[in-house]
Structures are given as structure tokens and as C-alpha cells.
């Protein structure tokens, strides 16, 4: 099926799509997995496909979601990228880096400026790999409507996440300096694409953990304390409705 036709694939994943052409998929990884990667991944003719994710949760989720899809040659696999002996001696015709730079850091903190000097390595020759990331970042108040609301999504994922108990996200942006840092390490040439789909994701993950509060009497009576006096409201409601009006996201190559 076309790329432009498959139901529910993000722009940035058929946009990855167009970058990759004619070139066969072969093995694939999914370095930091999810349940969209992983419905998209397996649209691709791939031979097989190794998906890594810290989260137990996460298996289980793409588990009932992926159902008999998933093939005897793929594997879902619970790792964390800071354990050396992860897929040790292994290497891999496409490697997806989906999000994976701002989210390790719940898994593995302070190591971001680590990841590709951990991740090259896994390349075949001639291999390819993707990385999908925010770019711009919003960091501080912006001026314009549109900019508070992407602002605002980003304040109200990360607050919900130190509510449920998690450490946050910690986005490294190219332009903050993570092309100083990391990517160079990484030889080749990378080219850029914007799309929505980052900014419905965190707004995904901030419903999502906002009704595992709402779920805990104790945990709502906190959340309420702690955020009194914010503007912005934690509700899942809320942030499907703001879905629709803003976004930004990154996909590039090597």
C-alpha cells in the first residue's frame, strides 16, 4: 500500500518513507519503540524488525495492539541503551531514532550526549539512520499565540510527569547546541522535515498520564495543590482539543 494511503502513518514517518526510495528496509530497529512506530514499521517490507523499549508497560501495549502481526524473525525487546551488552555485535540495514533523544531521559539521565556514539555502531554498511526529533524547541515564553500553546503543551507534559512519579523529558535541540555535541559524531549529511505529529504526542503522553492521576484520589488532591494558580488545564479534553491548532516536529538522515 502507497505510504499516503496507509491509515494513521505520522507525516514524519512517510516523509522518512520518500528519503528511503527504492532502498530495501532489511533489518530494522526501532531503537526507542511505541505502539505507532511499531503499526508503521510493520506496513515496511522489512525481513525482520528488533524494537527496544525501558518500559515493561510498553511491551504489553504494543503486544495488544500489534497482535499476530508480529512475525517469528521480529523481537520486542525490554533494554536500556546504557547496558553495553544490548544487541552486542549486531547491526542493522535501518535504524529509527524516533523520539528517542528528549525521552531517554527517564531511562538513562544526564547520557543524551551519548545516545549516537552508542547507536552508530549498530549501522550495517550502507545502512541508514533516522532520527525523529523536536526542532525548534520552545523553551521559554513566546510572544505569539501559536508559540504559547506548543510552550504550554511542553509545561503541562513534563508537569504531569513529575505529578505520576517520572522524570521528564530533557529535549536537546540542534539549535541548542546538540550538533556540537553528538551529532557530529555521526558522519554524513542531514536533511530536515517538519510536521505536527511530535506536539500531538506529548499531548498524548501528558492525557495519558494525567488519567492515571485523575485515577488516584490522593494523586488528584496534590495535583491540584501543586498546580493552583496555573492557566492551563491537565485534562485530557483539554489537550485533544489543542491537537488541532499547533506543532512542530523533526525528521532527518544520515
Known sequence: MPSNLKPGVSALFRYIETLHGDRAWGSMLDSGTGVKSLQWIETLPTDSWTAITAA??????????????????DRLLVGNWIDANLLAGETFDTVLVDYLVGAIEGFAPYWQDRAFERL????????????VGLEPYVQYQPKTDSGRIVWEIG???????????ERPYRE????????DSSVRRVSGRWRVATSRSATVRDTSTASSICAAIDSNASARRNSAARCAGTSTSC???RWRSTNAKAGSGTAATT
Request: aromatic letters at 6%; hydrophobic letters at 35%; proline letters at 10%.
Open 235 to 237: 485534562s485530557p479534553e
Open 56 to 73: 515493561p508497560s510498553m511491551v504489553d501495549a504494543t503486544r495488544e495492539a500489534l497482535g499476530e502481526k508480529i512475525r517469528p524473525q
Open 172 to 179: 536537546y535541540p540542534l539549535s541548542n547546541g546538540y550538533s
Open 120 to 131: 552508530r555502531p549498530l549501522v550495517a554498511a550502507g545502512g541508514r539512520l533516522y532520527v
Open 155 to 165: 509545561r503541562v507534559r513534563d508537569a504531569c510527569l513529575l505529578l505520576a512519579g
